[in-house]
Nanobody, 121 residues
Framework: QVQLVESGGGRVQPGGSLRLSCVASGEPLHEAAIGWFRQGRGAGRERILCITPNNEVKWYRDSIKGRFTVSRDNAKNTFYLQMNGLRIEDTAVYYC??????????????WGKGTAVTVSA
């Protein structure tokens, strides 16, 4: 059973940066696509990007292009979301997820509990 644990969230001023981590346990995910999602207060959960086993990145939100990057360290079974130039509207709980498949658009049914990011002046 795959378990995912996110960390690295916190409070930051607009324009600041955070690096989120997603640590996987239970089985290696070097052949799995990893998705990143977020859910703002009063909003639905939205998918923002995904990284494939071949390090291809699929973007689902234009607003984060040029500001967010994603990477993976398969040796550590850990995945990262680097967020720069943070905006107030980036405030949300951020989640990583996987379905164990190598494609981003397949169902992702293993989720972490999320880490909260607050961007405020």
């Amino acid at each position: 059973q795959v378990q995912l644990v996110e960390s690295g969230g916190g409070r930051v001023q607009p324009g600041g940066s955070l690096r989120l981590s997603c640590v996987a346990s239970g089985e290696p995910l070097h052949e799995a696509a990893i998705g990143w999602f977020r859910q703002g207060r009063g909003a639905g959960r939205e998918r923002i990007l995904c990284i494939t086993p071949n390090n291809e990145v699929k973007w689902y939100r234009d607003s984060i292009k040029g500001r967010f990057t994603v990477s993976r360290d398969n040796a550590k079974n850990t995945f990262y979301l680097q967020m720069n130039g943070l905006r107030i509207e980036d405030t949300a709980v951020y989640y990583c997820a996987t379905g164990g498949f190598d494609e981003c658009d397949y169902l992702m049914d293993h989720w972490g509990k999320g880490t909260a990011v607050t961007v405020s002046a």
